[in-house]
Every structure is written in structure tokens, then in C-alpha cells.
């Protein structure tokens, strides 16, 4: 029976001998279902339709993606400590797997929230590895793997150097990876869009809702701003291809924070 896969979000569900009648996902106000309906494909179908496009954007920081469904890359870090896969996307084929094991395969996957969660127990079958995400959106996995480790709390050490932390506003239990060691020593953080590069690339925003343009409230981007005041980084890697701060990048995050509570608040010139 094949697993179907949402062509909307890109969310894997149970394997199935009919189409879901709808997807979870899509159908909540943080996504959409398009204009032309719900549509369904398969991991199989995906193999042939999409190509994984391998970006290096420095070394040991590889995006990986095809652009399918919401469109976002998945990083694969290589840490002192181990590889990790930072975000995930449906698109897993024969020559991905090939390419991530010459880089010497994973040893950890971690997604900042449910609409990059995707086909991620292929990924960990594929690369015999746990998933870890945040308890606060557990309802949101809605196709069960063995491999999804559960964190709870503020922040989450994967290794030395590799911490997960818990910012919430988008989601619940919305996350970011630090990263800080001898290789990276200024620091570096995977965003997902928990912590969204604009398009400009200069700024960062913070949204409940971005295809439906739903705001976090003061408060909530205020929790964002106190979760990563403990931790240095110089660099921010959002969810797009074309979405990096390559520097200046915790100065660029204090200035989006206030530039957002005080937009909220209606202040301008600021
Ligand atoms: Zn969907």
C-alpha cells in the first residue's frame, strides 16, 4: 500500500490503499489547501518528478532540496560531534541517500516544527538514526515513526556544540538548532522559519501564520528574543535556498525583534 504524500506540505501519511480524504496540515490556518484542490503523490512518484538540488554553502553546511510543496531546503550539518539533518523534505530518492552516505551518512535528525516533519521516518530508516522534535507539537505527527525521539523543556543537547532550543511562537514547540564548536566558533543557528528571513535578507520576521498572514503577538516574539539570548551566533540559515544572514546575524536578530514589537505596537520610524 503506498504512503501518501500531501503535494501541498509535503506531509507523509500512514500507508494507505485510498487517499486521505484530507490533509491535517492544509487544513489548519498556519497552511492551505490550493485552489485546485487536494492533491496526493507518493514517494515514488516523487523519485522521478524531482530532482534534490545539493547547495554547499560553506564547509559541513549543505542545503538539500527540491522545491517541492511549501519549497524548503533541509540543511545536512557535518559537526565534529556527528551529521545532522536540520529540517526535512519529502524528496528522498536512491541518489540522495548515496550522496549523504559519502558524506558519511546521519547520525541525528532535528525539525524546528510539524510542516517540515514530511517523509522524515523514511529519512530515518534510510540513515538508521532517531528524529528528534519537541513534545509540544506531538499531536501534529501524523504519521507515527519508531524513530521519534520526544524532548520537553527549553533547550535540548544533542552533542557538544549542537543544542536544539525551544522558541515557540509559530508553533508550540516551534525550534532552532545552535551550533558552536572549534569549526563553527562564532556560532550559527538553523531557523526552519520559526525565525523567518525576509525576503530582503536583511531582517528577520516572526509569524503564526504565513500563508494566511496571522501575526505572533509582542509576547510571544518577546519568548523568542529571552530563548536565544543565552547563545552567540553569527550566522542564520533560514528554510529557503536564498535565505541566509551570513553575518552580523545576532545583531540583525535584536534589531528584527524590536523592529517587530514595534510595529505591532504601531511605532514607526524605528
Ligand atoms: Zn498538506
Redesign the pocket.
Known sequence: MPAFI?T??G?QYPDSAQAPSQ?R??EEER?YVPEAGQGWTTLEALAKSHVNQFREYEPGVTGIGAGFAIGQRALLLQTPGGNILWDCVATLNDATVSAIKAKGGLKAIAISHPHFYTAMGEWARAFDCPIHLHAADKDWIVNPSPAVQLWDGETHRLWDGVTLIRCGGHFEGGTVLHWQDEKQPRGVIGAGDILSVTTDRKWLSFMRSYPNFIPLSAREVGGIDAALAPFAFDKIYGHYFDRVIARDAKHVFERSVARYIAAINGVRGY
Open positions: 500531501c501541498a506540505c506531509t490533509c496540515i492544509c497552511q
